[in-house]
Nanobody, 129 residues
Framework: QVQLVDTGGGLVQAGGSLRLSCAAS????????MGWFRQAPGKEREFVAA????????YYTDSVKGRFTISRDNAENAVYLQMNVLKPEDTAVYYC??????????????????????WGQGTQVTVSS
């Protein structure tokens, strides 16, 4: 059974940092893109960041560029999201996602929900002002 487990969320003051982790089990995603999405109360789930299998191609939504960094460890079958200079508007449930279909690494990593096949359960990030 494939499972993605998101951890690392919490309550932090504005300007603080958090590091989210996502551990995959049941199959390897070392050859596929992985990403992070978030969903704030009353809003749709939105793209945050994605990374290709070899870590040489990343993509971020504009609102997190320069503050968030996505990385992965294929040996550990894991993906991470380092979040710095957090803002109250970053408050949301964060979900990791993994694709299990062929995707050319020279393409920009996918940012659409439909491009991903497996999802974590989510981890709550709350940023207080």
């Amino acid at each position: 059974q494939v499972q993605l487990v998101d951890t690392g969320g919490g309550l932090v003051q504005a300007g603080g940092s958090l590091r989210l982790s996502c551990a995959a089990s049941g199959r390897t995603f070392r050859n596929y893109p992985m990403g992070w999405f978030r969903q704030a109360p009353g809003k749709e789930r939105e793209f945050v960041a994605a990374i290709n299998w070899s870590s040489d191609n990343t993509y971020y939504t504009d609102s997190v560029k320069g503050r968030f960094t996505i990385s992965r460890d294929n040996a550990e079958n894991a993906v991470y999201l380092q979040m710095n200079v957090l803002k109250p508007e970053d408050t949301a449930v964060y979900y990791c996602a993994a694709r299990a279909r062929t995707y050319y690494s020279f393409l920009r990593p996918p940012s659409d929900i439909s491009e991903y096949d497996y999802w974590g359960q989510g981890t709550q990030v709350t940023v207080s002002s």
